[in-house]
């Protein structure tokens, strides 16, 4: 569905930003997705940026991976999924596609940090038992406990159709991890299927699981994508460059007023 028409879009294209949109100066957009999606609405696009988020790389690296192995008790390849435990997250994907994986045999660990929704703590009280002792759910973390899962992981995991943008992709990237995001809505503005990630269509726990098994043992592919990531977030996205990008768009609507 074109963004902006299905439901889950009209998470961050509410009421009130579509009301305020027209009446702006300027608009700042996550993507060029996002952007595109406001010109649809009318919206001047020579008055629409593209800034994205960003991230300040010191402050979120140090993870240590064995620090996080021993408090959790794991030894096996992790595959990391940091976002709130949602349907609309991916979370059901999610652990739909580390099942079949399971049932194949692979010898791999799933980690889920994140608040809880409910309709994700009916699915988990209705998995068997056997499934869901393999599915180590923490809830929220501190920022240490998720740079040693970053740290630890093998692949991080975020098949949302409601992110607009995902950050933790970026977070992921500082320690040269592969990502798997979902080509909903702005997520192929900010991972390049193939490039620095790979990209499944949303609820598809096939095609999940064989993009984790591809970067579980295509090491090669794995190294690069995570190393073309981390260039990424350097070249495009600390917010020292989005910094750049924002202020002048502040002088230029401080000069012509």
């Known amino acids: ?26 608009l700042i957009a996550m993507t060029p997705t996002e952007r595109n999606y406001y010109i649809t609405r009318g919206i001047d696009g020579a008055r629409i940026q593209v800034a994205g988020s960003g991230v300040t790389p010191a402050p979120l690296l140090g993870g240590d991976e064995q620090a996080f192995r021993r408090q959790f008790g794991i030894e096996t390849p992790i595959v990391a999924y940091l976002n709130a435990l949602a349907y609309d997250k991916g979370a059901m994907t999610t652990i739909e596609a580390l099942r079949r994986l399971w049932d194949q045999g692979h010898a791999v660990s799933l ?11 009916r699915y988990l009280a209705d998995l068997p038992q056997p499934v ?24 991080l995991v975020n098949p949302s159709r409601i992110d607009s943008f995902g950050i933790v992709f ?24 193939g490039n ?8 598809d726990a096939e095609a999940l699981a064989a993009a984790i ?5 295509d090491h090669d592919l794995s190294t690069r994508l995570g190393a ?21 768009l502040y002088e230029e609507l401080v000069t012509s007023s």
Not at 196 to 203: A, C, E, I, K, S
């Open 1 to 26: 569905a074109r963004p902006g028409i299905d439901a889950p879009s009209r998470v961050y294209t509410m009421r009130h930003q579509l009301d305020i949109a027209p009446h702006s100066t300027a």
């Open 170 to 193: 970026l977070e992921a990237w500082l320690y040269r991890k592969p990502v798997i995001g979902s080509t909903a809505w702005g997520m192929a503005d900010v991972v390049s299927d």
């Open 228 to 248: 073309a990531g981390a260039a990424k977030v350097y070249t495009q996205h600390t917010w020292e460059r989005k910094y750049t990008i924002l202020s002048k």
């Open 132 to 155: 869901r002792d393999r599915v180590t759910v923490l809830g929220p973390i501190d920022e240490q406990i998720k740079r040693n899962l970053l740290a630890a992981c093998s692949l």
């Open 196 to 203: 620095d990630g790979l990209l499944t269509p949303f609820g």
């Open 213 to 217: 098994a591809r970067l579980l043992y």
């Open 111 to 121: 980690v889920m940090a994140g608040s809880i929704m409910a309709d994700v703590r």
